[in-house]
């Protein structure tokens, strides 16, 4: 019982994340240029999501031991719904979005092309800082130790000379949920803000969630590590949206979302601006 009061827990704190970072992403998509990077909303959320991390962290082991009873394990439906969405998370979110940056450019559709660049980017973004901390802070795997899991077993430098079954801070298929989702949510404010605040986000911080569940239940990270994931995630997909409003003649957006073939002659490349979103 104690177990799965700890699951329970964790799943109600990355909810409540969840909510904590929509003022964020309203701000984000707001139409004007002249936010600063970093706001005190910010600092708020940075500060719930550490306090969050902290706080899930004594109950590591007792969630890891209560999802890996046989009676969860053996349900059919809840180890095809986890492979779903931990292929949704990674690889599928870098198809998506590379997917619909592409149709969006060759659809001359500024908006879809747009949402799958700033999606694909806060992709890179959050998981090169994953990467880095995987490879800092050598975590073993909740699977490492499958008689008794130990939460505790952190060495510096390990991920990077020990390999994967190390690498469990923080999660990257988290990390990959959290900043699509950010990155969607911030992006489709601008366009369609209701939609966004009650339908849209909602549904994909929620898949963000049960992407971080699902990797829970296969073993593979802590709920801390997940937590974190969330972390991580949230500010790649607010912060590059919001760098993008802020410098809205950067450099990669001339080369991604301007770039256009010639027509008289197809092997030269010119520049140009795309009407609409881009010029609004």
Not at 140 to 160: K, M
Not at 198 to 219: D, F, T
Not at 227 to 247: E, N, P, S
Request: charge should be positive.
């Amino acid at each position: 019982m104690k177990s799965s009061c700890s699951v329970e827990r964790c799943v109600r704190a990355l909810l409540l994340l969840s909510l904590l970072a929509r003022p964020a992403i309203a701000q984000v998509g707001d139409g004007t240029y002249q936010r600063p990077l970093f706001t005190w909303r910010d600092a708020v959320l940075a500060g719930g999501f550490a306090f969050g991390t902290l706080a899930i962290r004594p109950l590591d082991k007792s969630a890891a031991v209560s999802l890996q009873r046989p009676t969860s394990q053996q349900r059919k439906v809840l180890r095809t719904a986890s492979a779903i969405v931990r292929t949704i998370a990674e690889p599928g979110s870098v198809i998506i979005g590379t997917s619909m940056y592409a149709v969006g450019r060759v659809s001359k559709s500024d908006r879809l092309a747009e949402l799958g660049l700033r999606g694909t980017e806060a992709l890179f973004v959050g998981e090169g800082f994953a990467n880095v901390l995987k490879y800092s802070f050598g975590r073993a795997r909740p699977f490492v130790d499958t008689v008794s899991p130990n939460p505790d077993d952190w060495q510096l430098l390990r991920g990077l000379h020990r390999g994967d079954p190390y690498r469990s801070f923080p999660s990257g298929h988290t990390v990959a949920a959290f900043a699509a989702a950010a990155a969607v949510s911030a992006e489709t404010s601008r366009w369609w803000p209701q939609a966004t605040y009650y339908g849209i986000g909602p549904m994909l911080y929620g898949g963000a969630v049960a992407v971080g569940v699902s990797r829970m239940y296969e073993n593979r990270h802590w709920a801390s590590d997940v937590i974190m994931g969330a972390a991580i995630g949230t500010f790649a997909g607010t912060k590059v949206v919001r760098y993008h409003r802020t410098h809205p003649t950067n450099q990669l957006d001339r080369w991604l979302l301007r770039a256009s073939l010639s027509p008289s002659d197809p092997s030269h490349v010119s520049f140009s601006f795309i009407p609409g979103a881009l010029r609004r």
